[in-house]
């Protein structure tokens, strides 16, 4: 009788131990689904789905508080990719939210005519806007995402919209469209 209730004891002590790493090991951090939605938005923190930032618009989509079409700069392809990875019927963008450009766009400081007031740099969500108070600003090409944030701000009118011009330093292969590659994938199956 003791035999038996060391045993079952020691195996008890045993699967808890193995439990117990198994939690701290395997502990996953966050919703692994606002990740992947995440993921799929384009980043450019702009603020026209009506949250602050990508990951809060993810956030609210896996919780279902807000609809998969409310990204102007993601356009239909984000609204497609959204749709097939939360097995949902996709929709046309909300029109309330913007309107979709296929031509990415930077803004442009016409340095001769900024006063330095820094209001663009405070409206910039990626921070790709570069001066002091009293000095004249400018944006890191590289780093701005074209959300057009600064230029509604702007007391001078000194901020423009401008085209990215492509060359061949920045031109990208185009990517095969979502849909066409997820049928192409179910015909094979």
């Known amino acids: 009788m003791l035999e038996t209730i060391i045993a079952i004891a020691s195996l008890a002590i045993i699967f808890g131990l193995v439990l117990g790493y198994a939690a701290i090991r395997f502990k ?3 919703d692994p689904i606002v990740d992947k939605i995440d993921a799929i938005l384009p980043q450019t923190q702009c603020g026209q789905c009506t949250y602050p930032g990508c990951r809060p618009y993810a956030e609210a989509i896996a919780k279902g508080e807000a609809d998969i079409n409310q990204c102007p700069p993601g356009g239909e392809a984000v609204i497609n990719e959204l749709a097939d990875l939360l097995g949902v ?12 450009s296929e031509s990415k ?32 600003h400018t944006v890191i ?29 920045t031109w990208k292969w185009p990517s095969p469209e979502v849909n066409t590659y997820i049928n192409a994938k179910k015909e094979l199956s």
Do not use: F
Not at 89 to 100: R, S, Y
């Open 141 to 169: 090409e590289a780093e701005c995402t074209g959300c057009d944030l600064c230029i509604p701000v702007c007391p001078v009118d000194c901020i423009y919209i401008k085209p990215i011009t492509e060359t061949i330093n």
């Open 28 to 30: 996953v951090e966050g």
């Open 105 to 136: 766009t930077v803004v442009y400081i016409d340095e001769d005519i900024c006063i330095g007031c820094t209001l663009c740099i405070q409206a910039c969500p990626v921070d790709a806007i570069l001066g002091a108070a009293k000095l004249m």
């Open 89 to 100: 019927d996709a929709k046309p963008l909300n029109e309330e939210h913007g309107e979709h």
